[in-house]
């Protein structure tokens, strides 16, 4: 059952019947959802662009952005596409430059606070948001970021540090969370072993992808300054074939800091201070250019034996191995989608990072 309320959370309505429904999360990134249903005067009342989807046996929440009328098949339906409550943080830019040298979680938390939730400026709230409690996730960072969306640099900071962010929305309230997901590889005894594949049962397809034609492992980082004197540093790894690398234009990051000496002027950032924050944006980058090794799956729902959002979740550590491919992967649950047709209800998940899609190749480029 599918529920419908107001972007202030004032339930409308329901939808009983669809005829398809993808219901798409993802761990570093917004989820989404596209919606098909018959054409009558109360669906489209309903389905409004603004208005938000939910489900009571899924925290996720989804505003509607699109919508649209198709007659395939010689039937009428009205299709809608929504985005993850997480993309209301694209409304909004970093009014400012942050200087950033303390936990990722933190510098997180720091950009959604006032940007979204107490922001000087009274007319940047938006109230419906709020953050659940700080969980002390480790992972040291020293950064600079200056004037960009709010989500985009968000999303990059969880993809770079393989930190988790989902909406949690109880059909009342909205709290943005951070989290890390469980290792359930069979490399530990913590916690339950989760394994997928064919021969146990589990999988009923699969595709495997592996590339790296992109693949970059060293960095040249060039940050402020001009000709000989431009600040520079470099992150190395391999020789010869295995070296490939990655010029990284980082003429963004100022060396000044934002404090100012007793005359007015701006106040120089140390030198090993401002070498960090080029390193830390050369792994960033490098993190775009990484090997693309994926499995994307279709679970059987009607085996007992691992079931998603019970066994394991979005963003667990998983073991596939694969017999027949000579391949064992104990990689992250980074998506998953749950399709629901006339024909039954199919899940599909996707292991490990995948060759990125032409837009995404774009916005790697222009970054």
Same mark, same amino acid.
């Given at each position: 059952?599918?529920?419908? /309320?107001?972007?202030?959370?004032?339930?409308?309505?329901?939808?009983?019947?669809?005829?398809?429904?993808?219901?798409?999360?993802?761990?570093?990134?917004?989820?989404?959802?596209? !919606?098909?249903?018959?054409?009558?005067?109360?669906?489209?009342?309903?389905?409004? #662009?603004?208005?938000?989807?939910? $489900?009571?046996?899924?925290? @996720?929440?989804?505003?509607?952005?699109?919508?649209?009328?198709?007659?395939?098949?010689? *039937?009428? &339906?009205?299709?809608?596409? /929504?985005?993850?409550?997480?993309?209301?943080?694209?409304?909004?830019? =970093?009014?400012?430059?942050?200087?950033?040298?303390?936990?990722? @979680?933190?510098?997180?938390?720091?950009?959604?606070? @006032?940007?979204?939730?107490? +922001?000087?400026?009274?007319?940047?709230?938006? +109230? &419906? *948001? &709020?953050?659940?409690?700080?969980?002390?996730?480790?992972?040291? %960072?020293?950064?600079?970021?200056?004037?960009?969306?709010?989500?985009?640099?968000?999303?990059?900071?969880?993809?770079?540090?393989? =930190?988790?962010?989902? /909406?949690?929305?109880?059909? $009342?309230?909205?709290?943005?969370?951070?989290?890390?997901?469980?290792?359930?590889?069979?490399?530990?005894?913590?916690?339950?072993?989760?394994?997928?594949?064919?021969?146990?049962?589990?999988?009923?397809?699969?595709?495997?992808?592996?590339?790296?034609?992109?693949?970059?492992?060293?960095?040249? %980082?060039?940050?402020?300054?001009?000709?000989?004197? $431009?600040?520079?540093?470099?992150?190395?790894?391999?020789?010869?074939?295995?070296?490939?690398?990655?010029?990284?234009?980082?003429?963004?990051?100022?060396?000044?800091?934002?404090?100012?000496?007793?005359?007015?002027?701006?106040?120089?950032?140390?030198?090993?201070?401002?070498?960090?924050? =080029?390193?830390?944006?050369?792994?960033?980058? !490098?993190?775009?250019? *990484?090997?693309? %090794?994926?499995?994307?799956?279709?679970?059987?729902?009607?085996?007992?034996?691992? #079931?998603?959002?019970?066994?394991?979740?979005?963003?667990? =550590?998983?073991?596939?191995?694969?017999?027949?491919?000579?391949?064992?992967?104990?990689?992250?649950? !980074?998506?998953?989608?749950? *399709?629901? &047709?006339?024909?039954?209800?199919?899940?599909?998940?996707?292991?490990?990072?995948?060759?990125?899609?032409? +837009?995404?190749?774009?916005?790697?480029?222009?970054?």
């Amino acid at each position: 059952m599918l529920y419908v /309320c107001d972007e202030n959370f004032n339930r409308l309505g329901m939808v009983g019947s669809f005829s398809y429904l993808l219901w798409r999360k993802k761990y570093s990134s917004a989820g989404e959802a596209e !919606l098909h249903v018959d054409v009558t005067m109360k669906n489209i009342d309903l389905l409004k #662009k603004g208005n938000i989807l939910f $489900r009571q046996d899924d925290n @996720e929440a989804m505003y509607i952005y699109y919508r649209g009328f198709s007659d395939d098949n010689g *039937v009428d &339906q009205l299709v809608v596409k /929504c985005s993850s409550l997480l993309k209301w943080m694209d409304r909004r830019i =970093l009014w400012g430059t942050y200087n950033f040298s303390e936990t990722v @979680e933190s510098a997180i938390r720091q950009m959604i606070n @006032e940007n979204l939730i107490n +922001p000087s400026v009274a007319a940047r709230k938006i +109230p &419906q *948001v &709020q953050l659940t409690a700080l969980k002390n996730i480790t992972g040291p %960072i020293t950064k600079q970021i200056s004037y960009d969306e709010v989500y985009s640099s968000i999303e990059d900071l969880c993809n770079t540090y393989d =930190l988790g962010i989902r /909406c949690i929305f109880d059909g $009342r309230s909205l709290k943005y969370d951070l989290y890390e997901g469980t290792d359930r590889t069979i490399n530990q005894i913590e916690n339950p072993q989760i394994i997928l594949s064919k021969s146990r049962g589990n999988l009923l397809k699969r595709t495997y992808e592996d590339a790296d034609n992109d693949f970059k492992n060293t960095a040249l %980082i060039a940050g402020a300054g001009e000709g000989t004197a $431009r600040k520079t540093a470099t992150i190395e790894s391999g020789t010869g074939l295995s070296r490939r690398e990655l010029f990284v234009d980082a003429r963004e990051l100022s060396d000044k800091a934002d404090e100012q000496d007793e005359d007015g002027n701006a106040i120089d950032i140390p030198d090993a201070q401002y070498r960090q924050l =080029l390193l830390n944006k050369g792994t960033g980058k !490098l993190a775009e250019y *990484v090997e693309f %090794i994926s499995f994307d799956c279709e679970l059987d729902v009607t085996k007992e034996n691992t #079931k998603l959002n019970r066994d394991f979740f979005l963003g667990d =550590l998983l073991t596939i191995p694969d017999e027949r491919l000579n391949i064992l992967m104990n990689s992250r649950l !980074l998506e998953h989608d749950e *399709v629901y &047709q006339k024909d039954g209800k199919s899940i599909f998940v996707k292991v490990g990072k995948s060759v990125p899609t032409l +837009p995404q190749a774009l916005k790697r480029m222009v970054k």
